[in-house]
């Protein structure tokens, strides 16, 4: 057995936990140096999740949670591989999925915003990869909403997804947006992100090859979970 190549980590890649712009960061930034914890064997052995688990219907937004009618909205699929550096794909990956209706509200008891919840969309779901990395979920594209940063700043359309490891312990969480969305480079969480690369690697890419003919439109999002070219992913 030969060594791979090893992977040096960018540090610079992710941002710094204080951020003049993004006002929230001011009370809950570190003040002390971060430590890094060894996993436990709990951490790497259990609990697990299976196939099994997942009902028919998790990787459904549009009908997972109404029972009388599917969700409001623009319809979309979204689909892409969760791959090593070296380009391999990670099998049997569990994916979850949360995200705000198509007006741009959670389901949620503290969101306050104005626009209507839509009784058929609760905004989770869930998907695991196959053999190849491959994942695919539908869903409606959700819409921005305003957050309460300088005053009433505004947030682009984005998903948020965790992944799981071989335990319920190994989770990364990450979010991605929507290719030309004119939030994106306004947005202040978006801009603590120094490289414009890294930036990108957030953004879905609208793939038409793969469209629904008369049903909804397709986006591809691949996860890169290590190496130079590594999704960002919040709080690593």
């Not at 790497?44 to 909205?73: K, S, W």
């Not at 801009?191 to 690369?197: F, G, H, M, S």
């Amino acid at each position: 057995m030969t060594n791979g190549e090893f992977y040096r980590r960018d540090r610079a890649w992710h941002p710094r936990a204080h951020s003049v712009a993004y006002k929230s960061t001011a009370l809950r930034s570190p003040r002390r140096a971060l430590l890094s914890l060894p996993d436990s064997p709990a951490d790497l052995h259990g609990p697990v999740f299976g196939h099994g688990d997942l009902d028919p219907l998790d990787h459904d937004l549009i009908r997972n949670f109404g029972t009388g009618g599917e969700a409001l909205g623009e319809r979309i699929v979204v689909h892409g591989r969760v791959v090593d550096q070296n380009g391999h794909g990670v099998p049997h990956s569990l994916i979850e999925i949360w995200q705000a209706n198509a007006g741009g509200r959670y389901r949620h008891v503290r969101d306050s915003y104005a626009a209507p919840l839509d009784p058929n969309f609760g905004g989770c779901g869930r998907v695991m990869t196959d053999a190849e990395g491959r994942y695919a979920f539908r869903t409606i594209k959700p819409g921005p909403y305003p957050f309460r940063n300088n005053g009433s700043d505004w947030r682009p359309a984005h998903i948020h997804l965790s992944l799981f490891g071989r335990a319920f312990a190994q989770r990364m969480i990450t979010q991605f947006y929507f290719e030309g969305d004119p939030l994106i480079p306004k947005c202040a969480i978006v801009n603590t992100l120094a490289d414009p690369a890294a930036v990108e690697s957030l953004i879905a890419k609208l793939d038409l090859e793969n469209q629904g003919p008369f049903d909804h439109l397709t986006y591809r999002f691949d996860i890169v979970l290590r190496g130079r070219r590594a999704t960002f992913f919040e709080g690593r």
